[in-house]
């Protein structure tokens, strides 16, 4: 199994840690995608609805679909009014032309890229707008890049929380980029907890998940932003692409 398959079926068991300890993402985003209101939006690796949420004022339809069960099932539960949908990016399970905009927060990168765009083409009206978007952690903020470092090692440099390149994308027009920044307090514990539902750390045995978490715990024992302190504040940056299906 190739190694992107691998850790993205790591999502397959996670559902409520997820929800619970993973950011969400700012209004800005949203707006940069849909500045006005749409008849149909179509969430797409939508997970627990961490991004899908912010949907539901800027379109009468929102469709939500997402691989995994189990984050499908905390979506389900928090968000009644989306039409939930067990499916892949590869194979959408939609009619064509059916949706005005798709939005696919922190999951683009798990998709087989071609595949994908053909489908999310397909199931678009023309015109209609494709917004990516990552939340980044904030180059300026030494602790979190260390512990990305540690999430994150050459193999998987590519996955997860960081972009694919997003430029040029086949069947859409590049129409915007934005990047927000943004800030949250977390507590330390939650900080951790969070790269516990991270790919690499979801996906590794017990043992070196173990060895994982310590090497966070040192770098927040080291880094003098950090040291001695229960509650962070955690800068980020959300980056919004913007397509135009052509
Ligand atoms: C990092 S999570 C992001 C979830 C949600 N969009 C959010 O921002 O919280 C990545 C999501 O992509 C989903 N995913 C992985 N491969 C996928 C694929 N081929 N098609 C659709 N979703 C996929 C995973 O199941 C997971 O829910």
Redesign the pocket.
């Known amino acids: 199994m190739a190694e992107r398959e691998r850790l993205?079926k790591a999502?397959e068991g996670v559902g409520d840690e997820y929800d619970r300890y993973?950011p969400g993402f700012p209004d800005a985003a949203a707006d940069a995608i849909l500045p006005n209101r749409v008849d149909a939006v179509l969430?797409?690796?939508?997970?627990?609805g961490?991004?899908t949420e912010l949907l539901i004022t800027r379109a009468d339809r929102v469709i939500a679909?997402?691989?995994?069960a189990a984050?499908l099932d905390v979506l389900r539960m928090k968000l009644p009014a989306v039409a939930a949908r067990i499916g892949?990016?590869?194979s959408i399970p939609l009619l064509d032309r059916s949706v005005d905009a798709v939005t696919v927060?922190?999951?683009f990168h798990?998709?087989?890229r071609d595949a994908?765009c053909a489908e999310i083409r397909r199931v678009l009206v023309t015109g209609g707008v494709l917004g990516l978007l990552w939340n980044r952690s904030d180059p300026g903020c030494a602790w979190d890049r260390a512990c990305q470092s540690v999430a994150h090692p050459a193999v998987t440099a590519d996955l997860?929380s960081t972009t694919a390149s997003a430029d040029e994308l086949p069947g859409f027009v590049l129409d915007g980029h934005t990047e927000i920044a943004w800030s949250e307090q977390i507590t330390r514990d939650d900080y951790i907890r969070r790269w516990l539902t991270v790919s690499s750390f979801l996906a590794a045995d017990d043992d070196t998940r173990a060895a994982m978490v310590a090497e966070l715990d040192s770098i927040l024992d080291t880094d003098p932003a950090t040291a001695g302190r229960s509650l962070l504040t955690l800068p980020m940056v959300t980056e919004v692409f913007t397509y135009i299906a052509a």
């Open positions: 993205a999502f993973r969430d797409l690796g939508a997970g627990t961490k991004f679909v997402e691989p995994s984050m892949g990016a590869e927060a922190q999951a798990w998709f087989d994908a997860d």
